[in-house]
């Protein structure tokens, strides 16, 4: 079956480091991933999308990389802040597989400390 | 947030209790979701409705029974249900369902808890 893990369940970082996040996934060939920030008590909000044939993809301090041979995805946040502080979460959709519905990794909790 | 609405953000009941969750999205949005959060756990995928037709039921249980009148409007009602439903509820909606590049934007979500 799909599985997707996101590579520990909290990362710690001092403010101004950069925060990077794995997101790997097995037995699933997905078109597209997308990176959702969600803060306590709050649903997810939509950060970034990367499709298949994209390597990397920016916004602002953002970056997210996709790599289909390691079926992993790596998503960046440089000078991080404080108010980074987050549940980050992937999803993968599309691909042969797959209905269009979004398959959610159980995400990673980022502190930024000052 | 104001995308997506969701009534009531905190919901106690006991497991004989008839309770129902209220979704709205003012984005015009043809598809809707109804997705379970757990601690520890992914969002789950209950329900999908696309043009109000159900198109996903991720065998879930028949204590949850969803309702979709209109494309801006989604109801899930919920009977007899167990402490272990106790969770996140969380509403979402896209422009479309097909396997695209649909960005799907969330509700605040419902913290229910089945006493």
């Known amino acids: 079956s799909q599985k997707i893990e996101q590579n520990s369940e909290a990362l710690n970082i001092q403010e101004g480091k950069t925060a990077t996040l794995t997101c790997n996934y097995t037995?699933?060939?997905?078109?597209?991933l997308q990176w959702y920030r969600q803060d306590p008590g709050r649903g997810p909000v939509f950060l970034l999308l990367?499709?298949?044939?994209?390597k990397e993809k920016r916004k602002e301090r953002l970056k997210v990389t996709f790599d289909t041979t390691l079926k992993q995805s790596l998503f960046h946040i440089t000078a991080s802040q404080p108010a980074d502080s987050a549940t980050y979460l992937c999803a993968l959709g599309g691909g042969s597989s797959n209905t269009g519905k979004l398959i959610f990794g159980q995400g990673t909790t980022l502190q930024v400390k000052p | 947030e104001t995308g997506v609405t969701q009534t009531p953000r905190h919901l106690v009941m006991g497991m004989t209790n008839k309770k129902s969750l209220k979704c709205e999205q003012h984005l015009g949005h043809n598809a809707m979701y109804w997705y379970k959060q757990s601690a520890k756990k992914p969002l789950e995928l209950m329900f999908v409705?696309?043009?109000?037709?159900?198109?996903e039921n991720n065998s879930v249980p028949s204590r949850f029974s969803p309702e979709c009148p209109n494309s801006s409007h989604l109801f899930l009602h919920l009977h007899t249900l167990q402490p272990e439903d106790s969770a996140l509820y969380l509403c979402a909606s896209s422009q479309h369902t097909s396997p695209s590049t649909d960005t799907q934007y969330f509700g605040p979500g419902t913290r229910l808890t089945v006493l």
């Open positions: 409705y696309n043009f109000k037709e159900q198109t």
């Open positions: 990367i499709r298949e044939n994209e």
């Open positions: 037995n699933y060939s997905p078109a597209y």
